[in-house]
């Protein structure tokens, strides 16, 4: 067998970084297409795992901009299709459900967002796809026909007990002592975030400075670090980053991913943005299994 990943977000990687290696030792043929985006290089790097950029990534992008790139990959991706001839494609690229449509090769889009948060992906992307693999909670609209349900959560691939252990080893070689808190911090520039506010400026200075009085305080950012918070910048490599969330005392952040990932640790979270109580998957983490807080930024 012969199967492309299509990624596009770190968490992507997490969700399928264990199926691939269990995939290689079964024989099968893979190969890793990305989305430009640093810390998903990081991660891929730092597990030793080779890839192919098929679309370049700037900081602003307009939908145009986006077009653009979306249609040029594509036509990329379809000389690569060519070339490796695979028999599944699987992922959470736009691209790939294109060249399904023209080739027939199968793809299995993987979401856990509502059609309602990422729209506009979804309209461009679920008419081609084969199958559209989702958490229960997660509305896929009118493409119900096409989601194959699960009773469970994405980040459960990686986080789960039976393949994730966390090491304390990972604190020790760092200097990280308990009490810690960790805030994370995204850039908020995909199409879907446009006027959709975050974690920043007096709140989060108003965060840390209670967080400091207790215990050390980490940030993880997206974006550059301002020079009077680069003294909290996180010393650990990416791929260490769920060791450090399993033990941190609390999670703040502005992070969906993560926000998800920290319940599926038992690590207390809060998570401060506009989505808050526009997302099936953290609405049910949050209401049902109380494992996570959302915070509007009106309602600080």
Known sequence: MRIIFALGHPAHFHLFKN???????KGAVTKILITDKDILKKLLHEHGFSYT??????????????????????????????????TLMIGSLTQPSYISAITGIP??????????????QCAVTYPFVSHILAPEPTKVGVFKYKKVSYAGYQKLSYLHPNVFTASDAVLESNGITKPFYLIRLVNLNAYHDV???????????????????????FITSEKPLGMNYQKYELPIQAKDIHHLLYY???????????????????????RFNDFVGKISVLDELEKKYQLSVGIKTNEP
């Open 19 to 25: 199926v691939i290696k269990k995939l290689a030792e």
């Open 53 to 86: 950029i098929i679309a370049p990534r700037k900081n602003r992008e307009t939908i145009l901009y986006k077009a653009i790139k979306i249609f040029k990959s594509t036509f990329s991706l379809y000389k690569i299709v060519k070339s490796f001839k695979p």
């Open 107 to 120: 793809y299995i889009f993987t979401g856990e967002d509502d059609i309602s948060y990422t729209f506009l």
């Open 195 to 217: 006027n959709i506010k975050g974690l920043s400026g007096n709140v989060l200075d108003s965060i840390i400075n209670k967080l400091e009085k207790k215990g050390r305080v």
């Open 248 to 270: 941190a005392d609390i999670y703040i952040g502005d992070s969906q991913s993560m926000a998800v990932e920290a319940a599926m640790l038992g690590t207390p979270s809060i």
